[in-house]
């Protein structure tokens, strides 16, 4: 209705319009998810009497900062966990992660990963690739893997074996695929799988990797046997109005030894100024279930988008979801980046911006990234990523509303069709 505000092919126009048609009964099912989990996080809002008073600031130290103590009780109860640390001073996914390790693991500890080789930016944080500094490896913990089966799901046969035969400190679970087109996983395969761990090893704790899997499913790991997760609050838990942050929740034990690596031993969770930031994350976690389902729509029109202008994606459109993120294989590096400018010119902000390749820390090949966003590096507004290397799929996440994010998606074959990388 409102594609004439950009310039779009007719043909494109028309796909378009037979996808909207083909996709109404999954976005059905995604808005009866959506809908149970906003009435969740309603609920804990109202059983832990969130009021005006806790929207404030505190500053120095912050203690007794009734505000960021109830928000950790709200957001524990939305996870289904014992406790939880939800700080604006985690700056990243990865930094969350670290600490969680690093609060959970000794020198001497063993870490197994069920999800083979974790995400790009973790790697210098194990240490498994050459030395960096201030690694886990230099502080003495052992890491070790098991490769996932040929179908890219957890070797739960290899993994038995890996435990019976080792004893690991921690089962470490990545929900989500990273730069790789394994599927994600739901939260009852890990907790198929922390069931696994706990029968074979029961000393072992498990932590998982949550990213990009707030909200997605009725249920959460720690609901149905993670013993820790961790994620980002400028993915799906912050609700695109939390600028910064990440959180770790589960069982109240592991919580603390989180806390006490985030600040100092003895210390923990009692201090931490909020500087102002409790309005913006109780809001943004308010909204998260309902901008989670935007995410989760904009991902099935493009799966179904491009399956229709004849590209591979993963997952298919009609498929159950375990996260937001959506690829799209292009075939080369031209074509991938035709759908990443494209995109941009979908953005909010910077939509004027060209997006290049480039070498970016963390990462082992040039990276392009579309992202016009209103908190930098958010995940949960639309954007799309990849490293220039086979299979040249677009890594694609987020929309804070559907309407946007859909048309994105359209600028984005737009651009491939305009560069020749596509016929209709």
Same mark, same amino acid.
């Given at each position: 209705m409102t594609q004439h505000f950009f310039d779009i092919a007719p043909a494109l126009r028309e796909a378009d319009r037979e996808v909207r048609e083909t996709i109404r009964p999954v976005f059905s099912r995604i808005e009866e998810i959506t809908e149970?989990?906003?009435?969740?996080?309603?609920?804990?809002?109202?059983?832990?009497?969130?009021?005006?008073?806790?929207?404030?600031?505190?500053?120095?130290?912050?203690?007794?900062?009734?505000?960021?103590?109830?928000?950790?009780?709200?957001?524990?109860?939305?996870?289904?966990?014992?406790?939880?640390?939800?700080?604006?001073?985690?700056?990243? @996914?990865?930094? +969350?992660? &670290?600490?969680?390790?690093?609060?959970?693991?000794?020198?001497?500890?063993?870490?197994l990963c069920l999800t083979g080789r974790p995400y790009d930016t973790l790697i210098g944080v194990l240490g498994i690739e050459g030395h960096v500094d201030g690694s886990l490896k230099d502080f003495g913990v052992e890491y070790d893997e098991v490769p996932l089966d040929g179908q890219g799901r957890p070797d739960k046969a290899a993994i038995r074996e890996k435990l019976a035969q080792n004893a690991y400190r921690l089962a470490y679970i990545q929900r989500s695929r990273g730069y790789s087109l394994r599927p994600s996983l739901r939260a009852e395969e890990i907790g198929e799988l922390c069931a696994l761990v706990r029968e074979v090893s029961p000393a072992c704790w498990t932590a998982v990797d949550n990213c990009y899997g707030e909200f997605v499913q009725t249920a959460e790991p720690t609901e149905l046997g993670a013993?820790?997760?961790?994620?980002?609050?400028?993915?799906?838990?912050? @609700?695109?109005? +939390?600028? &910064?942050?990440?959180?770790?929740?589960?069982?109240?034990e592991l919580v603390e030894k989180c806390a006490f690596r985030l600040t100092a031993p003895g210390v923990g969770r009692e201090v931490g100024a909020t500087l102002g930031h409790n309005r913006e994350l109780y809001m943004g976690l308010f909204n998260a279930p309902h901008v989670t389902g935007e995410a989760v729509k904009t991902a099935v029109y493009a799966a179904a988008l491009f399956k229709r202008l004849g590209f591979g994606s993963n997952p298919a459109f009609d498929a159950p979801r375990a996260d937001i993120i959506q690829t799209v294989e292009l075939g080369n590096s031209e074509a991938l980046v035709a759908f990443c400018q494209g995109m941009q010119k979908g953005a909010p902000v910077d939509a004027f911006v060209t997006p290049e390749p480039w070498d970016m820390p963390g990462y082992d090949s040039p990276v392009i990234m579309a992202a016009g966003a209103f908190t930098l590096g958010a995940s949960i507004e639309l954007s799309a990523d990849a490293p220039l290397r086979p299979p040249y799929a677009a890594w694609m996440q987020g929309g804070l509303n559907f309407h946007s994010g859909a048309m994105g998606v359209l600028l984005a074959a737009q651009s491939m069709l305009d560069k020749g990388f596509l016929r209709l």
């Open positions: 149970y989990n906003q009435q969740k996080v309603l609920a804990a809002f109202i059983k832990n009497g969130v009021s005006e008073s806790h929207l404030g600031l505190s500053t120095g130290y912050g203690y007794g900062d009734r505000g960021r103590e109830t928000l950790e009780r709200v957001f524990a109860d939305c996870m289904g966990a014992q406790d939880a640390l939800i700080r604006h001073n985690f700056v990243s @996914g990865t930094h +969350a992660l &670290t600490v969680a390790l690093f609060g959970l693991l000794r020198p001497g500890d063993k870490m013993d820790l997760i961790v994620g980002s609050l400028i993915k799906n838990p912050g @609700g695109g109005i +939390a600028p &910064t942050g990440g959180y770790v929740a589960g069982k109240a």
